[in-house]
């Protein structure tokens, strides 16, 4: 039988009406007498206590714990618990007169974020690449090719400002809800020694990494390839390259499953998914406004971040890369706000190879 927690008026009654049982003649509900006032203030603190072990019961179970808790259950369930904020790090672009030396340890800066060099660099006759870390991790230190950043104190033959030729890797800390199903996917499917589950699991624990996906077998028997997206930290607004890795990002995640990975297995592969746009075709939309193609770009986007996946493993058996079906489409384009009929002339959209992931191509309408 489920607990319910009694209401202060429940415990307020409860109180008196022991203090006039167990006192021959008492009663305790008569108003301002000294019994009601003894009565009143025990309930108060009893009550305290209920709320108390109802808050605590939300604690002791990750899928109800509040965030410091959370992060307690993580710090067990998790080999490197929750996932911490990380620095962004790149190269600027100086200009100057030849020969000047800009020392480790300049600071530069841009919109209230630091940066500060890292090597001692002598200017050239042309624009000189200086390696720099962001002071502040998160995405806020992230910043686009060609953004123009200043020196925080003047350099005799240098020019103030710079141009950022690289400067990515800052993640946030992860939020509640990534923690939360990491741990609870760690208690749902505990360490079986490297099986398919496994590796998505470590993978998941590399900085960056928000999706991943195992597939045993896929490069022949006894192989395991693993691929991954950073979808916050490679996020862009073309839908065939937001939340794809680089290079870079593939070897990091490969060097961390080298630490993992049972030393026994074949071959081990690491890659990125490779975008598959799937182009969608709507006739008779109506109501056909701006507002309702954009509801419906937004819905079928969702769709294919939910459901798109290469090839993954079910229950450690390989499975092909995931097929957008016609009536998933069907279902987001109908959800969308401002639609009641259209006609979907496009079919199922089949990956062509097992390392394709869909993501949302053109939409047409007609």
């Known amino acids: ?35 009601r006032v003894i009565a009143e203030a025990n309930a108060g603190l009893a009550f305290d206590e209920h709320l108390y072990l109802a808050w605590l019961a939300q604690q002791v179970l990750p899928d ?72 502040t991790a998160g995405t806020v230190g992230n910043l686009d090719a060609g953004t123009a950043m200043q020196l925080s104190t003047a350099i005799s033959g240098a020019n103030a400002s710079a141009i950022v030729v690289s400067m990515t890797g800052g993640t946030d800390d992860e939020t509640i809800d990534e923690l939360r199903a990491r741990v609870l996917e760690r208690i749902r ?5 490297g099986d398919a589950d496994d590796y998505v699991a470590w993978a998941l624990e590399v900085d960056g990494v928000t999706r991943a996906w195992c597939a045993p077998n896929e490069m022949g028997p006894g192989t395991v390839t693993v691929r991954f997206m950073m ?48 182009n969608v075709s709507i006739g008779s939309l109506a109501s056909d406004t701006t507002a309702t193609r954009n509801a419906i770009a937004a819905a079928l986007a969702e769709l294919m971040a939910a459901k798109a996946s290469p090839s993954y493993a079910l229950n450690g058996v390989r499975q092909a890369a995931q097929t957008i079906y016609a009536v998933w489409m069907s279902e987001a384009i109908s959800s969308a706000a401002g639609v009641d009929h259209f006609d979907l002339l496009s079919g199922d959209h089949v990956m062509p190879s097992n390392g394709c992931m869909a993501v ?3 939409i047409s309408y007609s």
């Open 189 to 193: 499917k505990p360490p079986q020694g």
């Open 231 to 278: 979808d916050d930290l490679r996020a862009t607004n073309d839908p065939t390259t937001s939340g794809f890795p680089t290079v870079d990002d593939v070897a990091k995640v490969r060097a961390y499953l080298d630490t993992m990975r049972p030393v026994t297995v074949l071959d081990f592969f690491v890659q990125a998914p490779i975008p598959e746009p799937v």
């Open 360 to 362: 949302l191509g053109t």
């Open 1 to 35: 039988m489920a607990w319910v927690t009694p209401t202060f008026k429940d415990v307020r009654k409860r109180a008196r009406d022991d203090i006039s049982s167990k006192i021959p003649g008492a009663d305790a509900n008569v108003p301002n007498s000294n019994l």
């Open 64 to 135: 109800t714990a509040d965030e410091d808790w959370l992060v307690r259950h993580a710090n067990i369930w998790l080999k490197r618990g929750r996932k911490a904020a990380s620095f962004a790090s790149g190269t600027v672009a100086m200009t100057g007169s030849p020969g000047v030396v800009v020392p480790a340890g300049t600071l530069f800066g841009y919109a209230g974020t630091s940066y500060q060099s890292n090597a001692d660099v002598t200017l050239c006759a042309s624009a000189t690449p200086v390696p720099l870390d962001a002071l």
